[in-house]
């Protein structure tokens, strides 16, 4: 059995040399913090984009930005995002025991494995990750701004919200556990038409009002399975960042839209 996944989009969708990647990753930091302000509480959960990182990058970095003050207290990332190339029902674990980007390896958490293996939405593929992009590109950020953590990656494939929320809620944890949703909006819209109708699936998503379609959010399974979970757990979404590829490196013809959210858990006010 294959041990380590290694990269996969290395050098296409990110540089493939560890320092550039390095560089280029905190540099995106970097802007993210100067540009937005930082997080008065770490977030439970985030929805951040998969797409090169030319193009959603600079979005990413803002949600990843806001983890800066957990950096020593996250020791768990529960990563889902949708499948692109091969098909899967359910949600497909790995089989390995890390991944690999040129930053590093990332151990699996093989206790979270053991936790949810027996659930029947819940497989095992090695083909279903081995070029799978959505849940590759969030690595190097949970590398750059996290000390010393563990990986549960889940490649959502046909599954409906309630399987997704069923896992979450087994993996939940508290503090030490992030749940990290790989999704992009909108595809291959004019760059207007694009702009309304990103704005009317962020909309939604913040009031968890209802469920988002597959043309609204690739990754809308696992969206809308944390939008079940976060309303269970009472938590509140907040808009960090939402743009388009017509906005960074791309023209506005045919663009894909991005957005970075974070779910924070409510604090109670004191008297």
Same mark, same amino acid.
């Given at each position: ?26 540099? @995106? ?11 008065? =509480? ?16 600079? =979005? ?49 958490? !093989? ?7 027996? @659930? ?79 704005? !009317? ?6 009031? @968890?009002?209802?469920? =988002? ?59």
């Amino acid at each position: 059995m294959q041990q380590v996944r290694p990269p996969a989009v290395a050098g296409a969708f990110y540089h493939g040399h560890k320092q550039t990647l390095a560089n280029d990753v905190n540099e @995106m930091l970097q802007a993210a913090r100067l540009g937005h302000s930082e997080a008065q =509480v770490l977030p439970k959960a985030i929805i951040v984009p998969h797409a090169g990182y030319i193009y959603s990058g600079p =979005v990413a970095a803002v949600a990843y930005a806001q983890l800066a003050a957990a950096h020593d207290i996250i020791k768990r990332v529960v990563l889902l995002g949708p499948v692109h190339r091969v098909p899967v029902r359910g949600l497909a674990l790995p089989g390995v025991s890390a991944f690999a980007t040129p930053l590093g390896e990332i151990q699996i958490d !093989q206790k979270a494995v053991a936790a949810i293996e027996h @659930m029947p939405q819940v497989v095992e593929s090695a083909a279903v990750h081995a070029q799978e992009h959505s849940l590759e590109v969030q690595l190097p950020f949970l590398q750059s701004v996290l000390d010393d953590f563990k990986l549960l990656p889940l490649a959502v494939g046909d599954a409906t919200p309630g399987e997704v929320a069923e896992v979450l809620e087994v993996l939940w944890g508290g503090p030490e556990t992030l749940i990290v949703i790989s999704s992009d909006l909108s595809h291959f819209l004019p760059y207007q038409t694009a702009q309304s109708i990103d704005a !009317q699936t962020v909309q939604t998503i913040l009031t @968890m009002s209802h469920e =988002v379609s597959h043309q609204q959010a690739c990754g809308g399974t696992p969206v809308n399975g944390l939008m079940l979970a976060a309303k269970h757990h009472q938590l509140q979404p907040q808009l960090l960042d939402l743009c388009n590829s017509g906005d960074t490196a791309g023209d506005k013809d045919r663009v894909v839209g991005y957005a970075a959210i974070a779910f924070n858990e409510t604090v109670e006010q004191e008297q």
